[in-house]
């Protein structure tokens, strides 16, 4: 089975205290606190300030071997320069931070303005510029987005529609790439309140399919109000780990086994 890991959409938040994080844990305490919970986490601040190089060798070191850290690409790409060919400086810029993560950086996640309307040819022609290295993910805050023929051209650069459930545009649930990328809003899509127990089981099944056919996945909870994001990741992860225990046939994709094409 492929891997599937579950954490949330950044971890330094004060309603945390007391409830995920215990009382009177210090803030530079923090991350590791976290990371002993969680194989993983998604950069959320570099969206809005590139970190110094040494808070991110800081993230690196604070975390175990097998730790996995996603990164928001900055605004000054999706928002400010709208995926223009004026990218190439900030591109180059998080390249030189993701660097420094070494075998702990995982996908970067583009987070579009929900003014950000379909424009096929900036898209197209953003792609071209990204290193071909690394995985990237695209969440669209606007429905126009969601074409035929971007699934294609997504699927075609191997590059993971992002399955979010933002109130501005939820995605359809199509994997584009070969691995999915998922980012739980709360209920409705609005930051706050937990999941129904049911919404999570169908996430468990969905995820473990994926899993089984060599997809790997990644979930990030951004419920964050009152401690709603890490209680949602470990119920989705405590279930994912029980229907496994559950299934001892479930094991690594045999040699014989064709690997499951991206669908659109």
Known sequence: MARIVVGTSGWHYASWRGAFFPSGLLIRHELPYYASQFETTELNGVFYRTPTEAAVRS?????????????????????????????????????????????????????????????VDRLAGFLALLPRHRRYSFEFRHPSWYTSTILRLLR????????????????????TADFVYVRGHG??????????????????????????????????FDNDQKSAAPADAL?????????RSRSPRLGRRSSAEPRAQPSV
Request: with cysteine; hydrophobic share 40%.
């Open 187 to 220: 209920p409705g899509g609005q930051y706050r309140d937990n999941y129904p127990a049911a919404t999570l089981e169908d996430w468990a099944r969905r995820l473990r399919g994926w899993s089984a056919h060599g997809i790997d996945v990644y979930v990030y």
């Open 235 to 243: 119920r989705l992860r405590a279930l994912l780990e029980r229907r």
């Open 59 to 119: 993230w690196h070191d604070q975390t175990g071997p097998d730790f996995v850290f996603a990164w928001k690409a900055s605004k000054f790409i999706t928002h400010w320069k709208r995926l223009s060919a004026r990218s190439v400086n900030s591109l180059e810029l998080m390249e030189s931070r993701l660097a420094l993560l070494g075998d702990k950086a995982g996908p970067v996640l583009f987070q579009l303005p929900p003014q950000f309307q379909l424009d």
């Open 156 to 175: 075609d650069a191997n590059i993971s529609l992002c399955l979010s459930d933002h109130h501005d545009a939820p995605a359809p649930w199509r994997r």
